[in-house]
């Protein structure tokens, strides 16, 4: 499965951003993750084929994800960023489960290349 990520920028804390994520294969559950600089790969939310989500609680309430099964893209959308929102954010896909929620690197198979956005103050 090949993941295409898009939508990264700069932008001003406090400001939105909506990213995008197209995949090829059949829908599956998928994930956002982020990596900011130094830090480890971490998970941000996960959303399955039916649209039920789960989020990490540092960005529970400010962002949201959302897919088209008919275009097989999803779509993460971050609201009142904060500075430490800058990262490179990935998208991931889950080869096997459709329901799961998973929150771990390791509950994903395929991965893209990550897409940039820097927050500033």
């Known amino acids: 499965v090949q993941l295409q990520e898009s939508g990264g920028e700069t932008v001003q804390v406090g400001g939105s951003l909506r990213l995008s994520c197209a995949a090829s294969?059949?829908?599956?559950?998928m994930a956002w993750f982020q990596e900011a600089p130094g830090k480890q790969r971490e998970w941000v939310a996960t959303?399955?084929?039916?649209?039920?989500?789960a989020y990490a609680s540092s960005v529970e309430g400010r962002f949201t994800v959302s897919r088209d099964n008919a275009k097989n893209t999803l779509y993460p959308e971050m609201s009142n960023l904060r500075a430490t929102g800058t990262a490179k954010y990935y998208c991931?896909?889950?080869?096997?489960?459709?329901?799961?929620?998973?929150?771990?690197?390791?509950?994903?198979?395929?991965w893209g290349q990550g897409t940039q956005v820097t927050v500033s103050s």
């Open positions: 991931a896909y889950d080869r096997q489960r459709r329901w799961f929620l998973g929150r771990t690197e390791a509950d994903f198979a395929d």
């Open positions: 959303i399955n084929v039916a649209g039920i989500t």
């Open positions: 294969g059949s829908p599956s559950s």
